[in-house]
C-alpha cells in the first residue's frame, strides 16, 4: 500500500509519539509498502531523506527546541505542510492518510483530505484528547473544541493506544470509530541480561502529572542501598530538584539524555528497578523500554501504565507515596523477586508489544479502510 504518514514530531523530536511512528514506519516498508512521512524539520536535520519506500520530508517552520513543541509552533508547521501535504496528494495514487495526533495532525489530514477525497485515519496519543494532560493544550482544547469533535468525526478510524485513552475520547465524542492498537517496541533494542547494579531510574519527561513528586516522597527517610537515577527536562524540573534537596536525598539529575546514547543504554541495562508513578499516562515509551531492559517495575493502576505492565509489575495507586514505598522495599530487600518481576516484564513486552505484532493490527485497518 502506499501509506501519507504526518507527525509533527519525529526522533530526534519530541517523545514517544515520534518513536512509535518511527518504529511503525520502518517495518511497514520491511513488509514491502510504501511511506511519505511529512514532519517538521529543525536545525542540523537533512530536509529530504529516504531509505528504501520510507521517504521522510521535513518541513522549514517554527521550532525552539527539541523536546516541547508550543501551539503557534504547530500552527506553523501546519501552514507550511499543507502545501506540501496536498501536492504529494495529487502527485502519487496514496491510498490512505494516518496521521498520528489529533492536533496538529489530523487538522492537516482533514484539509488533504477535503481537497482529495482521501480517508484518514488518526492515532491519538495522549495530550490530543481532552482531559488527559492538565500541563499542556487545555486552552486550546477548549477553544478548538469544535474543530477536534470534526476531525475525529471525519476520521474513518481513530486508534487509541490504551482504553485508558478511548474512554476519554469517547467522553468527549461518544460515537468515534475507535480501534485499540498498543505502541510497538523493537525487542532487543537494551540487553536485558546484563548484571545489574544497585541501581532505581526514572525516565520521563518533568510534567507534574508524571508523578516523580511521588517517588520523591516515597523516597525520604529510607536507606535502599541504591543509587537514585531521574532521566528527562521539563517545566517541573526545578520544582522536583527543590524538593529533592528539601528532603535531603541522593538523587542524580541527568537532565535529557538522547535515547541513543551509550549513556541512555548503559542506565537502562544496568539498572533493577523502574518507577513511573504517573497520575494520567497513556502507554509510555519508556516503560517499554524498561521492560526490554529486564527492570522491575513501579507504576500506576487506573492509567495506560497499568494496562501496558499488567501483572507483570508493581501496580500502586496514583499519588499513593506509602505504596510506592512498600514496593520499593520489597524490591531492594528481596533480589530474587525483584529479578523475577524483570523477567515478567520482558516476557509480556515478548508477547503483546513487537513490532510484527502492533503493525500486523495496523495493516488491517489500513486494508479495511485504504482506497
Known sequence: MDILKLCYEYPPLGGGGGHVVQGLSKHLVRQGHHVDLITMDYKGLKRFEKTGTLFIHRIKCIRSGPIICHPHEMLSYLLAAFPKALMLSR???????????????????????KFTGLPYIITAHGS?????????????H???????????RTSSRVICLSHYLESLLKNKMPLASTTIIPNGFPIGRFRSGRSKLNRILTVTRMFKRKGVQY?????????????IHIVGDGPYLSELKQLSK????????????????????????????????????????????AMDAGMAIITTRHTGCEEVV???GFLVEPGDVIAIREALVSLTENPSLCRKSGEMARKRLDEHFSWPIVAKQYIKIYEEIGR
Request: charged content about 20%; proline content about 6%.
Open 128 to 140: 490530543d484528547v481532552p482531559g488527559f494532560n492538565p500541563d499542556r493544550f487545555v486552552n486550546m
Open 215 to 227: 517517588f520523591l516522597n516515597a523516597l525520604d527517610g529510607l536507606n535502599l542501598n541504591h543509587e
Open 310 to 312: 499488567a501483572n507483570a
Open 246 to 289: 528539601l528532603l535531603s536525598l541522593d538523587v542524580v539529575f541527568h537532565g535529557f539524555i538522547k535515547n541513543d546514547s551509550e549513556q541512555f543504554t548503559e542506565l537502562m541495562e544496568t539498572s533493577k528497578i523502574f518507577v513511573l508513578p504517573s497520575d494520567s499516562d497513556n502507554f509510555p515509551i519508556s516503560l517499554l523500554e
Open 142 to 152: 477548549d477553544v478548538l473544541a469544535p474543530v477536534w469533535k470534526e476531525i475525529v
Open 91 to 113: 502527485k502519487k495514487q496514496y491510498d490512505m492518510i494516518h496521521a498520528h495526533f489529533i492536533f496538529p495532525d489530523g487538522i492537516l489530514a482533514y484539509l488533504v483530505s
